[in-house]
């Protein structure tokens, strides 16, 4: 009996490291994809019922609003580079600092992604300042 709790505890940490690294490939492939601005990517990254929340401007976007966003994205993001570095991960839900560091400045975020499969159903995204220091 006791080999096989043992069994059943390693298989269950093996399951949550999966799910961990999953997470993480996606959050890596999204941040990939946004400074790319590949909008196939994207759409392939986002659940058909996702929702993007950006939290400081009070504005909330469906998948489909989020793509077509991209031309304006497309001209802001000419030249920046994005640094991310994932801060916890509970269950599906994955926090991180992301640095947006476009050619005349800098942005802080805080982004929350609900991942589930290899979908994210859900960001929400809040400015923690004009400086990337420490990321």
Same mark, same amino acid.
């Given at each position: 009996? @006791?080999?096989?709790?043992?069994?059943?505890a =390693?298989?269950?940490?093996?399951? =949550?490291?999966l799910?961990s690294?999953q997470?993480?490939d996606?959050?890596? &492939?999204?941040?990939e994809a946004?400074?790319?601005?590949? &909008?196939?990517?994207?759409?392939?990254l986002?659940?058909?019922?996702?929702?993007? &929340?950006?939290?400081d401007?009070?504005v @909330?976007? !469906?998948?489909?609003e989020?793509?077509?966003?991209?031309?304006e994205w497309?001209?802001a993001?000419?030249?920046?580079a994005?640094?991310?570095r994932?801060e916890?991960?509970d269950g599906?839900?994955? !926090?991180?600092l992301?640095?947006?560091?476009f050619?005349?400045?800098d !942005?802080?975020?805080? $982004? +929350?992604f609900t +991942?589930r499969? $290899?979908?994210v159903v859900a960001?929400?995204?809040v400015s923690?300042g004009e400086?990337?220091?420490?990321?």
């Open positions: 009996m @006791t080999a096989m709790l043992k069994l059943v =390693a298989a269950t940490l093996l399951v =949550a490291a799910a690294a997470g993480s996606v959050v890596d &492939r999204w941040y946004l400074l790319e601005v590949d &909008r196939a990517a994207l759409a392939g986002l659940a058909d019922n996702a929702e993007i &929340r950006l939290d401007v009070g @909330t976007q !469906t998948k489909a989020f793509i077509a966003s991209m031309d497309e001209a993001v000419a030249g920046a994005i640094r991310h994932v916890s991960r599906d839900v994955t !926090t991180g992301a640095c947006y560091d050619p005349s400045n !942005t802080l975020m805080r $982004e +929350i +991942i499969g $290899e979908r960001i929400s995204q923690l400086n990337c220091y420490g990321i």
